[in-house]
T-cell receptor
Framework: AQKITQTQPGMFVQEKEAVTLDCTYDTSDQSYGLFWYKQPSSGEMIFLIYQGSYDEQNATEGRYSLNFQKARKSANLVISASQLGDSAMYFCAIPYGKSTFGDGTTLTVKP | ETGVTQSPTHLIKTRGQQVTLRCSSQSGHNTVSWYQQALGQGPQFIFQYYREEENGRGNFPPRFSGLQFPNYSSELNVNALELDDSALYLC???????????FGPGTRLTVL
């Protein structure tokens, strides 16, 4: 069985500052991938970043980076230089097998 | 945009009715997954289809069923609708053997 835990229901960040969204996971698989998705109020789920369990480097995609600590089973998303358009819900997921998503974190960027 | 489309956008049904939701996958993708997302919660995995066969199922009753067609598009059917079935239904397509799923805009179902 897989489980994703996101402990921050809501987060606030000032525009242009960095923010970290927490994610811990549990899986019995040796090989797995961790994903982060963004869901604006429109509802569409947007793929942001992927980390493979055997990747030696932390994943980065533009302003998004993943702080992957395998021993702690955590995969935190770091958003640098926050923008107003970053305000949305963010989900951590292991989307294979019985795909599992966390309950999400609502990020609000203040001007 | 991901190239994944869903129809209809919104739907209102009454308890006990049946509903069919549709999804067209991104070009080159042969796997479709369906999710139910209640308000304020994360998506819950319903099932996945690969090569027209169900390839994994979450904890949903048999009144949730699906189909995948030769062109990889898919349908989600829900019979005997209940009030708790009110949710956003998301479909996601991917290539078998890769993990990245690309989502459609969703269908918002309201059951009265």
């Amino acid at each position: 069985a897989q489980k994703i835990t996101q402990t921050q229901p809501g987060m606030f960040v000032q525009e242009k500052e960095a923010v970290t969204l927490d994610c811990t996971y549990d899986t019995s698989d040796q090989s797995y991938g961790l994903f982060w998705y963004k869901q604006p109020s429109s509802g569409e789920m947007i793929f942001l970043i992927y980390q493979g369990s055997y990747d030696e480097q932390n994943a980065t995609e533009g302003r998004y980076s993943l702080n992957f600590q395998k021993a702690r089973k955590s995969a935190n998303l770091v958003i640098s230089a926050s923008q107003l358009g970053d305000s949305a819900m963010y989900f951590c997921a292991i989307p294979y097998g019985k795909s599992t998503f966390g309950d999400g974190t609502t990020l609000t960027v203040k001007p | 945009e991901t190239g994944v489309t869903q129809s209809p956008t919104h739907l209102i049904k009454t308890r006990g009715q049946q509903v069919t939701l549709r999804c067209s996958s991104q070009s080159g993708h042969n796997t479709v997954s369906w999710y139910q997302q209640a308000l304020g919660q994360g998506p819950q995995f319903i099932f996945q289809y690969y090569r027209e066969e169900e390839n994994g199922r979450g904890n949903f009753p048999p009144r949730f069923s699906g189909l995948q067609f030769p062109n990889y598009s898919s349908e989600l059917n829900v019979n005997a609708l209940e009030l708790d079935d009110s949710a956003l239904y998301l479909c996601a397509s991917s290539k078998q053997g890769t993990d990245t799923q690309y989502f459609g805009p969703g269908t918002r179902l309201t059951v009265l």
